[in-house]
């Protein structure tokens, strides 16, 4: 993962808790700082997912585990979660 | 979805009287527990495979059906009603919720087998530790999940409930 993705989730938490007071807050009872935080704090989950668009890494492991079926009855999920990523590294080199 | 589950259940307990014409209050314990309950219903298949008596492919099948969610949303009805349109509004959510999966939903089952799903997010498997961070590697499940989250605590400032009384 970059790290600008962190950085940038960050910013756009602050942007969201801006739009949530914004279209929310009722006008006789603002937010205290405390609310602030925490409407901050769960904003950043979604603005992770929001800067993680712009970073190729999430990307490579949708298409990752787009190639494992993970129903087939004999294997375990870890067995071929590493065999996919060998795959992997062996066609990088 | 994983955690998000929990947020969008709570989320429609805090619509109970809405959903319920008055008759369940939002976010008591009786609403939270039907809409607990019910949401989390289709995912009871993983427990079923776990105990093998179901192979894996089981999962997101039967469970996840229109017409099963209709069926024990109506048992649920009849027991009473006011459980029953929050069962409803919970297991329908819940199937929504599980779309954006690359696993797709195949909501006419027994009708027709064909799976639907908005592909935001690839699927990860139904239980452990490979499922878990495999899902939380990807973008659209931390933007749909977490703003579940948001939406719960917009819900919980709306209703006045702590933390924000």
Known sequence: MLKRTPLLAFIIAGLMTLLIALLFQEEDRSFTTGQTVIFYFFSFFPSMGIAMLFDPFPNKIKEMYLKINFYIQEENPEDQVAKVLKEELEGKN | ?165
């Open chain 2, 1 to 165: 979805m994983q955690l998000g589950h929990v947020a969008v259940a709570l989320t429609i307990a805090s619509f109970a009287p809405e959903l319920t014409g008055g008759q369940v209050e939002a976010l008591s314990l009786e609403s939270i527990l039907v809409a607990l309950f019910a949401h989390e219903f289709p995912n009871f298949d993983g427990l079923v495979i776990m105990a093998k008596l179901a192979p894996k492919k089981f999962h997101c099948t039967w469970s996840h059906s229109l017409i099963v969610g209709f069926l024990a949303g109506l048992i649920t009805w009849f027991i009473n009603p006011a459980w029953g349109y929050i069962f409803w509004a919970s297991i329908f959510l819940h199937y929504l919720a599980d779309m954006p999966s690359s696993v797709g939903l195949p909501l006419f089952m027994p009708f027709s087998y064909k799976r639907y799903t908005f592909n935001l997010w690839a699927d990860t498997g139904y239980f452990g530790w490979v499922s878990f961070v495999g899902t939380y590697q990807q973008a659209w499940t931390w933007i749909l999940e977490g703003g579940a989250y948001v939406v719960l605590m917009i819900r919980l400032y709306q209703l006045k409930i702590w933390p924000f009384v």
